[in-house]
T-cell receptor, first 115, second 119 residues
Framework: DTEVTQTPKHLVMGMTNKKSLKCEQHMGHRAMYWYKQKAKKPPELMFVYSYEKLSINESVPSRFSPECPNSSLLNLHLHALQPEDSALYLC??????????????FGNGTRLTVT | AQKITQTQPGMFVQEKEAVTLDCTYDTSDQSYGLFWYKQPSSGEMIFLIYQGSYDEQNATEGRYSLNFQKARKSANLVISASQLGDSAMYFCAMREGMIGSSNTGKLIFGQGTTLQVKP
C-alpha cells in the first residue's frame, strides 16, 4: 500500500469549473511535489514544497495553484483549465536533504480529464 | 546540466528469464543518486531501487539489481526471473545535490522503457 494518498482517483471537469486535487503523506517527509504526466511520457515537475514553503515553480500557468496547509497535506487548485491539461497528476514526498539519496515516494495519481 | 537517457522504448522478455534495461546519465556533480521506478498501466509510480554515486557495491533489492558503471555513466536495471506482473513502464531517474549545494534536488526522469513479459 502506498503511503502517499491522492484523491480523487479520477476527475472530469469542464473548462469553467474549479476543483482541487488532494495529497496526504504520513511518512514524516518535509518535501512534497506535484508532477504532471502525459500518456507514455515521463513525469514533468510542476511544483516543489520544502518545509511548507514553495521552493520550485516550473513556470506553471496560474490556472494551477498549489497549497501546502501543513507538512502532511498538499493541494492543487484547478481553475479554467484547458483540454490539453488532461493528464495524470502525481503527488510525491521525500526527505528534504541531502537530495541525492532521497527517493521520491509517489501516490497513485489523479487522472484528470478536462472537457 | 543533468540528463538521463533510456534508449530502449520497448522490450520483450520471456517469463522466468532475466532482462536488462539500459540507462545512461550525464552530470557534473559528484553527489548524485540514481533511481529506478516501475509504472504499471494503472498509473502508480513504484520506487524499486537506489544507487548512490559514492556506493562502491551495486544495489540489489530482491529480484532487482542495478549494474552501476560509474566511469561509463551507466546504471542499468537487471530484473531476474521475470514475472508477468513485471510488465510495465520503467523509468530511470537521477537527483543531484546535498546540503549547502546550489542544486535544487530535482528528480529528472528518462523517457522510459516499456517491458512486456511473455508467458
Amino acid at each position: 500500500d502506498t503511503e502517499v494518498t491522492q484523491t480523487p482517483k479520477h476527475l472530469v471537469m469542464g473548462m469553467t469549473n474549479k476543483k482541487s486535487l488532494k495529497c496526504e503523506q504520513h511518512m514524516g517527509h518535509r518535501a512534497m511535489y506535484w508532477y504532471k504526466q502525459k500518456a507514455k511520457k515521463p513525469p514533468e515537475l510542476m511544483f516543489v514544497y520544502s518545509y511548507e514553503k514553495l521552493s520550485i515553480n516550473e513556470s506553471v500557468p496560474s490556472r494551477f495553484s498549489p497549497e501546502c496547509p501543513n507538512s502532511s497535506l498538499l493541494n492543487l487548485h484547478l481553475h479554467a483549465l484547458q483540454p490539453e491539461d488532461s493528464a495524470l497528476y502525481l503527488c510525491a514526498s521525500s526527505s528534504s536533504e541531502p537530495f541525492y539519496n532521497s527517493p521520491l515516494h509517489f501516490g497513485n495519481g489523479t487522472r484528470l480529464t478536462v472537457t | 546540466a543533468q540528463k538521463i537517457t533510456q534508449t530502449q522504448p520497448g522490450m520483450f522478455v520471456q517469463e522466468k528469464e532475466a532482462v536488462t534495461l539500459d540507462c545512461t546519465y550525464d552530470t557534473s556533480d559528484q553527489s548524485y543518486g540514481l533511481f529506478w521506478y516501475k509504472q504499471p498501466s494503472s498509473g502508480e509510480m513504484i520506487f524499486l531501487i537506489y544507487q548512490g554515486s559514492y556506493d562502491e557495491q551495486n544495489a540489489t533489492e530482491g529480484r532487482y539489481s542495478l549494474n552501476f558503471q560509474k566511469a561509463r555513466k551507466s546504471a542499468n536495471l537487471v530484473i531476474s526471473a521475470s514475472q508477468l506482473g513485471d510488465s510495465a513502464m520503467y523509468f530511470c531517474a537521477m537527483r543531484e545535490g546535498m546540503i549547502g549545494s546550489s542544486n535544487t534536488g530535482k528528480l529528472i526522469f528518462g523517457q522510459g522503457t516499456t517491458l512486456q513479459v511473455k508467458p
